[in-house]
């Protein structure tokens, strides 16, 4: 695997790892369980790189998929305002993905939406692949005693709980009320010993509260272990382009974000930034990385709702081989330049010409007219 590829497989695996040996609250039964989880990390690198030498076949460490696209909030810039809600997988496809995930050497699942604890039963099909690791990203309004003690018992499931800043901020974009019930969420979590994190949308009005050490040091208070950031990208029918952070902006939260790596118990990930190098490519493109949407279509990002591929058509490497994603990886796409933070968005003229030609079709309701 080229060293590219590693450095960012890198960066997640240990962000995970670090995370939980930094959080000093863990229970040693629950931090076991963890760490029996991380032991298929390297079993789950051998069969990529297997794969890879011998099928010449990319397979990503993680992949993204949104179990639905139903959400019990309607917040302000949400990337996934556009995707039909009708036409779900079903259970029984969703854990045959996860299987197949496994076998090729998946290791990580981002899940996404759409608020995950709409799903019914999906907490227990994650309790069921207990070699994957869920990175599960809710807004915390569902979570209860019920789905904590869930959780508790998995030991492959990091919740990763939504937060903009303060009550005022978090409020302005996500709703009355959402602040206190976040505020609830972590303190169940914390009081079961749970190894969880949180997630915010980074915008202008917010960058300088979200890497300042008081939020920082109340994260952690409140028992984080990691944190997400993620830059507002303007996409879909809701774009509010002056939410998008400038390059001063950004460079003065990054420079921030690594002070509080250096200088606090937590481990944290600014997205999409981290996912660049020097060369300005996405990595995560790049290394094979996909978002599975609630329909079954492999999309390049969670923020490029194009796709050539279905899972309920044909298997999931079969997916993953398709021309479309092949030259998404190879081509001036993933390219960062400008100040949007995603490049597939920046580049979104260049994805529509590889779609054209290469079948794939929109996903979303913004874009159905785009691809004849």
Not at 70 to 87: E, K, T
Not at 124 to 150: A, P, Y
Not at 169 to 175: H, I, K, N, P, Y
Not at 192 to 219: A, H, P, Q
Request: with cysteine; charged share 25%; proline share 3%.
């Amino acid at each position: 695997m080229s060293n590219k590829r590693s450095d960012y497989i890198n960066i997640f695996e240990n962000i995970f790892l670090q995370g939980i040996r930094l959080n000093r609250n863990v229970g040693i039964k629950k931090l076991w369980k963890l760490n029996r989880v991380f032991r298929h990390a390297l079993y789950s690198y051998i069969k990529r790189w297997i794969l890879l030498k011998t099928k010449k076949f990319l397979a990503p460490v993680a992949i993204a998929f949104s179990p639905t696209m139903r959400c019990n909030l309607s917040c302000i810039g949400c990337y996934a305002v556009d995707y039909p809600l009708d036409d779900e997988l079903s259970l029984d496809e969703i854990d045959q993905l996860f299987s197949s995930a496994e076998k090729i050497g998946v290791f990580i699942f981002v899940i996404t939406g759409g608020e995950p604890l709409m799903r019914e039963g999906i907490l227990d099909l994650f309790q069921k692949h207990n070699k994957l690791l869920f990175l599960m990203i809710t807004n915390g309004c569902l979570v209860d005693e019920h789905i904590v003690e869930k959780i508790a018992s998995s030991g492959n499931i990091i919740p990763v709980v939504s937060i903009d800043g303060w009550k005022e901020q978090t409020d302005l974009r996500r709703g009355n009320g959402v602040y206190e019930r976040v505020e609830n969420a972590m303190r169940l979590m914390r009081d079961r010993n749970l190894v969880f994190g949180f997630s915010s949308m980074v915008w202008n009005d917010n960058y300088k509260t979200l890497c300042s050490d008081e939020f920082i040091d109340e994260m952690i208070r409140r028992g984080c272990s990691l944190g997400f950031y993620t830059e507002y990208v303007p996409m879909g029918s809701d774009v509010h382009w002056d939410m998008v952070l400038d390059d001063a902006e950004r460079d003065i939260f990054h420079q921030k974000v690594l002070e509080i790596r250096k200088n606090k118990p937590i481990m944290v990930a600014h997205l999409p930034d981290d996912e660049y190098g020097k060369d300005f490519k996405c990595r995560g493109v790049e290394s094979g990385c996909v978002h599975i949407n609630t329909q079954g279509y492999v999309e390049p990002c969670p923020f490029s709702h194009f796709s050539a591929d279905n899972i309920k058509e044909k298997s999931l490497e079969s997916a993953l081989r398709s021309t479309f994603l092949a030259e998404i990886r190879f081509s001036k796409a993933i390219y960062r330049h400008g100040n949007i933070g995603c490049a597939l968005v920046e580049n979104i003229e260049i994805v529509k010409e590889i779609a054209r030609r290469t079948g794939a079709k929109p996903t979303d309701y913004k874009y159905l007219s785009v691809v004849k």
